[in-house]
């Protein structure tokens, strides 16, 4: 099949064709010839269209095929009395991928189709490789990740998605921006990473002699801009963590965490309903979704369920007083696999997970969580064994994370000594972001949130590959 494409590459230079055309003076899109038609045909306006073949079917002294751009197809008739002999026999060495430019008129054929009559084919690139056999979509998840170009093509959801990412992702800043945030730029290498408990990616800075980590979150140098005065800022950005890959998790990842000075998670929460109500009416024009097979509606308040009341229900006993030994036979109990070096607060989100937050489908915050588990949430007003801290979950999908954030520099260290001294997992001491905190942070809601997640929420995708445009992939036997 490849010999056969360059065969025709090769009699196409014998012909005098430029095979590869520096530019193309395109006049319309598709979508642009569709709708202005009426006014296009009636005129006799000559158009100029481009995109790559996708179709083409002979028929003696005319030829019918399909080109597709960005914006859709449009079908394409060429007669042998119109663009001559010589040219017509280089339409016959087109292949199906190649990229065209047609020059013509546009009517409508007896079957309704809106064409365009060719004066003038140009070949301004062409494909060496064939398209997915017979044009009916590329379905090797493989090789869409690995050829995305390919995926994009061939499958329109694919595109669908993705366009869909572009449009959610400027809807995110359009509501924080009108907000009175501001974005910001933070390093992606840090000399300590923080602001969550994941495992690194680890490299070298050559020029300074340290090792370095890509960073795992963006908080706590967002938050020493809230002690400089910037009272609302938010950062959009590539996380990394060195960690587990399956449907919802991707090593590297996009999240937004946002910050705003003088407020609490409650105020953050009632943000979280207002931005989750924007961007479903923005992208979908309604504030219902469907994803896997489920409904939910976004225009409704949002229900908010007690991390330790809810988990107490299902192990009949008190999370806080369990042991590390009990919660392992406990989840052992309820088939919830953990590691052997899993941490207590690993094994207790374990079960939350399983027991819990995959059976809740309506949007719902998960609130006021152990205080063993998050050293930057700030101590609850209610209750000194818990955080002020929430979950956002949406059909068993967490969502992101978010706290009052604990301000008090004394406490602050304390929470990072007692982590080193119970030897967890990736714990740090930031001793510049505990000086930080020691020039005094004014009371701060924060809030992160996955950025892929979301998109696949909103466009019903059950894959976080299927909404990263080239996920990182072991390399091909």
């Known amino acids: 099949m490849l010999d056969s494409y360059r065969n025709k590459l090769d009699r196409l230079k014998e012909m005098g064709v430029e095979p590869y055309a520096y530019r193309w003076d395109r006049s319309h899109t598709a979508a642009q010839v569709i709708a202005r038609f009426e006014g296009l045909a009636s005129d006799k306006t000559e158009v100029k269209v481009a995109g790559r073949l996708i179709s083409r079917r002979e028929h003696g002294k005319t030829q019918f095929g399909h080109i597709q751009d960005s914006s859709g197809k449009i079908q394409l008739y060429l007669r042998k009395d119109t663009i001559g002999d010589e040219v017509f026999q280089k339409v016959s060495l087109l292949s199906l991928g190649d ?149 919802i998790h991707n090593p590297e990842f996009t999240q937004i965490e946002v910050y705003q000075a003088y407020a609490d998670y409650n105020d953050i929460m009632i943000m979280v309903e207002k931005l989750f109500r924007f961007l479903a009416s923005g992208l979908l024009g309604k504030t219902e979704i469907t994803f896997d097979n489920k409904t ?67 949007p719902t915050f998960i609130i006021d969580h152990p205080k063993f588990t998050c050293p930057l949430a700030k101590t609850h007003r209610s209750n000194p064994e818990l955080v002020e801290r929430f979950e956002p979950v949406v059909c068993g999908m967490e969502l992101g994370n978010a706290f009052s954030e604990l301000n008090d520099p004394v406490e602050q260290r304390k929470r990072f000594e007692e982590q080193l001294e119970r030897n967890e997992k990736f714990a740090t001491l930031d001793e510049e972001y505990c000086t930080a905190l020691e020039y005094g942070m004014p009371p701060t809601g924060g809030l992160g949130l996955g950025v892929d997640r979301i998109v696949m929420l909103l466009t019903g995708t059950t894959s976080i590959r299927d909404v990263i445009l080239f996920p990182q992939l072991r390399p091909n036997p």
Not at 161 to 171: D, S, Y
Not at 335 to 352: A, C, M, Y
Request: charge should be positive; charged fraction near 35%.
């Open 296 to 362: 939910v509606d976004f225009g409704k308040p949002w229900k908010r369920l007690k991390f330790v009341d809810a988990l107490a229900e299902k192990l009949e006993a008190n999370p806080l007083e369990l042991s590390e030994s009990s919660l392992r036979k406990l989840a052992a109990k309820f088939g919830i696999e953990v590691t052997p070096d899993s941490p207590r607060v690993r094994i207790l989100d374990k079960l939350f997970e399983g027991l819990v937050q995959d059976r809740l489908v309506e």
């Open 99 to 247: 990229i065209v430019g047609a020059k013509g008129e546009v009517f409508r054929t007896k079957t309704g189709e809106i064409t365009l009559l060719v004066k003038e084919l140009v070949l301004l690139a062409k494909s060496l490789r064939p398209l997915p056999e017979k044009f009916h979509g590329l379905k090797d998840v493989e090789i869409r990740y690995r050829q995305r170009y390919v995926d994009l093509i061939v499958n329109p959801d694919s595109k669908r998605v993705f366009l869909a990412r572009a449009r959610l992702i400027k809807l995110l800043r359009d509501f924080f921006d009108k907000r009175g945030f501001i974005e910001v730029e933070t390093p992606t290498l840090q000399p300590i990473y923080g602001g969550a408990a994941a495992r690194p990616f680890k490299t070298f800075y050559n020029v300074l002699e340290q090792e370095m980590f890509l960073r795992i979150s963006d908080e706590l140098y967002l938050k020493r801009l809230i002690v400089g005065g910037m009272e609302r800022v938010y950062e959009l950005c590539k996380d990394f963590r060195n960690e587990g890959l399956d449907r």
